[in-house]
């Protein structure tokens, strides 16, 4: 088998050359840089220093201003958070399948992430199960994130089930990291915005959508459609009927809209990307998000 990160990196130096460069060199870094350090010891304040270290606790008990002093943390931790259920082997809005596209937008965003010097983890899974890889900053530890993401990702996968891995995360993960969701076009629930409060209580998280195809548009008319998460063939009959089609149209676009206000309203940019070829302009625009949200 093919190394699937050779095959994200030549895909990144095809498809929108100068926003790679700004992944690369600006825009990642912009929104992950920060303190990111562990409090070491006290010292006395000196004209100059951040007000915000000053330690006011300690400060009324010395009587002289004493401020918080701080080791840097070298390296972030991003985890990658990544449904490998049979609905990712559907078709995406490009035609391709969602699992090339998800498995696309984790190897920009960790290929990245190690550039940076930054450590990469992945929680995935289905209905029946989640599995986690845990932080590194290799490469052979990426392609191993990837191929496992290919592998599974297969119409003969349980059913997708994202809450499944949002508890183990919420259940499993101590340390804080950057979550980044890699989900399917999906309705939220009750317990989706339940779990993503909990996370948020204590990760600072973004979320990537891979868009459905719309089964009802005439490119698709003379294709065998299958819905997988039933098992059952969609006839092309019944996907050229336009009330059908409209009333399909309309449901995709209020689930969407459902999905967009409850992510802003929790306070996670995110963002819908429809193939390969529109996965590095739209981390891009998540990360221009995302930078703009923490400013706020």
Do not use: C
């Amino acid at each position: 088998m093919g190394s699937l990160l050779v095959k994200v990196k030549t895909k990144m130096s095809i498809h929108a050359h100068e926003k790679v460069r700004g992944l690369l060199e600006g825009q990642y870094g912009s929104v992950f840089k920060g303190r990111s350090m562990d409090f070491d010891d006290l010292r006395e304040y000196i004209p100059g220093d951040d007000v915000k270290d000053i330690d006011w606790k300690a400060t009324a008990r010395s009587g002289q201003t004493r401020i918080k002093r701080y080791v840097a943390i070298r390296k972030h931790n991003i985890l990658l958070v990544v449904d490998t259920g049979r609905s990712m082997a559907a078709r995406s809005a490009s035609g391709e399948s969602k699992k090339d596209v998800a498995v696309m937008a984790a190897g920009v965003i960790g290929y990245i992430a190690q550039k940076h010097g930054d450590l990469v983890a992945m929680v995935s899974g289905d209905s029946e199960s989640s599995q986690y890889m845990p932080l590194k900053g290799t490469n052979e530890h990426l392609e191993r994130i990837l191929q496992h993401i290919d592998a599974r990702a297969t119409p003969e996968a349980a059913r997708s089930n994202l809450a499944s891995q949002l508890e183990y995360v919420a259940r499993s993960i101590r340390r804080r990291m950057m979550l980044i969701i890699i989900a399917d076009d999906l309705a939220l629930t009750t317990e989706h915005e339940q779990l993503l409060r909990r996370l948020g209580a204590q990760h600072e998280l973004m979320w990537v959508t891979v868009g459905d195809a719309d089964l009802t548009s005439k490119q698709w008319w003379d294709d065998e459609m299958d819905d997988i998460d039933i098992e059952q063939m969609i006839p092309s009959y019944l996907r050229r009927q336009k009330q059908l089609a409209t009333e399909f149209v309309q449901a995709t676009a209020t689930r969407r809209s459902e999905l967009a206000r409850l992510l802003t309203r929790l306070g996670i940019s995110s963002e819908r990307v429809t193939g390969e070829v529109d996965v590095v302009p739209g981390l891009f625009r998540l990360l221009e998000r995302q930078r703009y949200a923490k400013r706020r």
